[in-house]
């Protein structure tokens, strides 16, 4: 069974930092593009950050200098390293991993900024 689990996230004060992981199982996670998208209230959803198999990685210009997003294929995990927060980035993080049009979805996690 394909699974994509988050977790690190929770409430954090304006300028303080969190760390999101996305452990994967059920593929061969290596082979696979990874992302990290976000949904705040009232928004539609954005692509936040992502990372290539070779491990080239693109950022939304929001969290540019921010945001470290990064992959570790011997764990099967994906992180977001969050740092400067800011009210803004409150919104639910979603993991994604994608291949020849194949998506997958895990199930969100909450980030609320906010002191």
């Known amino acids: 069974q394909v699974q994509l689990a988050e977790s690190g996230g929770g409430l954090v004060q304006p300028g303080g930092s969190l760390r999101l992981s996305c452990v994967a199982s059920g593929f061969t996670f290596s082979n696979y593009d990874m992302k990290w998208y976000r949904r705040a209230p009232g928004k539609e959803r954005e692509l936040v950050a992502s990372i290539a198999t070779g491990g080239k990685t693109y950022y939304a210009e929001s969290v540019k200098g921010r945001f470290t997003i990064s992959r570790d294929n011997a764990k099967n995990t994906m992180y977001l390293q969050m740092n400067s927060l800011e009210p803004e980035d409150t919104a639910v993080y979603s993991c994604?991993?994608?291949?020849?049009?194949?998506?997958?979805w895990g199930q969100g996690i909450q980030v609320t900024v906010s002191s």
């Open positions: 994604n991993a994608g291949r020849f049009g194949t998506n997958w």
